[in-house]
């Protein structure tokens, strides 16, 4: 049996252990910060807050090229010759990357290519589910893990709060009048992933730590998720009184792990500082 390899973007924020043990091979996408282009992962994200803090600017970011796709699809083929390639994609209703690794995977053979439709925590959970079954299940067809795959791809759910309203302002995200009332009434808005592409749905009012522990409890009562596997997803600056409760409301919920996952760079970018998000599988 040939030996299947995954692949991702770096805005699966996938954490770099589990990447390590599962050799999930990871393409950066890029941040464009004071003129210059940096790699996702290679800049610290703190770099990113106090570069806005410093300017009240925020870094645009672009996806990955075609022409890197291919460099990383050749790589992977050197690294292990005859392997079949999946690789699993920020959703391409947010970005060109899907799309450019299409073009890219023109040139090789024995390769597929899943768009999940999902961003951070929602595409890590796709990859995940796609490494640990590919784990259980050695001997498996790649076709049949495609299958697989591209059954669990609408049954990621994601939703998160950004850290700063502030911060989408001055990226362009809201308008000036919707992040003046917000930070009045401190009202704070629920991303979701609805069809591949980022909404906002609910608004919670009031401190960070009552709006997370709201938006989880709806949450858990939108989906029937699937115990086995929760991911947290936060970005640095958020309470760790807010992370411990978490914890506490998802283990008194039945969930058996719970895996914290920090935005990167890329989605960073989107949040601002303090954000937290929530993913998992529908059963």
């Known amino acids: 049996m040939r030996r299947i390899i995954l692949s991702t973007e770096s805005g699966a924020d996938l954490p770099g ?17 004071d003129g210059n282009d940096y790699l996702d992962g290679s800049l610290p994200v703190q770099d990113i807050y106090d570069y806005y803090r410093r300017t009240k600017k925020i870094p645009s970011t672009t996806s990955t090229n075609a022409h890197e796709y291919q460099e990383f699809f050749a790589t992977i083929k050197e690294n292990f ?4 390639m999946i690789h699993i994609g920020y ?4 970005s060109s990357s899907f799309q450019n ?8 053979e024995d390769i597929f290519l899943i768009d999940a439709l999902n961003v951070t925590g929602g595409l890590a959970a796709i990859v995940l589910y796609a490494a640990d079954l590919l784990e259980k299940e050695p001997e498996i067809e790649p076709e049949h893990l495609v299958e697989k795959i591209e059954a669990i791809v609408p049954k990621s759910r994601l939703v998160f709060i950004p850290g ?5 302002k001055a990226g362009g995200r809201v308008s000036n009048m919707a992040s003046l009332v917000g930070s009045l009434l401190k009202i704070k808005p629920c991303i979701e992933l609805k ?5 906002s749905t609910k608004k919670y009012r009031g401190k ?3 709006a997370t522990e709201k938006l989880f ?7 029937d998720l699937d115990k086995e596997q929760l991911y947290f997803i936060y970005s640095i600056g958020l309470d760790e009184r807010i992370k411990e409760r978490m914890d506490e409301v998802a283990k008194v919920k039945g969930f058996q792990n719970i895996r914290w996952i920090q935005a990167g760079g890329m989605i960073s970018t989107h949040s601002g500082a303090g954000g937290f998000g929530v993913a998992g599988l529908e059963q």
């Open 17 to 33: 252990d589990l990447a390590e043990k599962y050799e999930i091979q990871v393409v950066p996408m890029h941040i464009i910060m």
């Open 81 to 84: 010759p005859e392997c079949i």
């Open 91 to 94: 959703t391409s209703k947010a």
């Open 101 to 108: 690794a299409v073009i890219a995977a023109e040139e090789f």
């Open 164 to 168: 700063s309203l502030e911060f989408l």
């Open 195 to 199: 069809d591949g592409k980022l909404m």
């Open 208 to 210: 960070m730590s009552r």
């Open 217 to 223: 409890r709806d949450y858990l009562n939108e989906f």
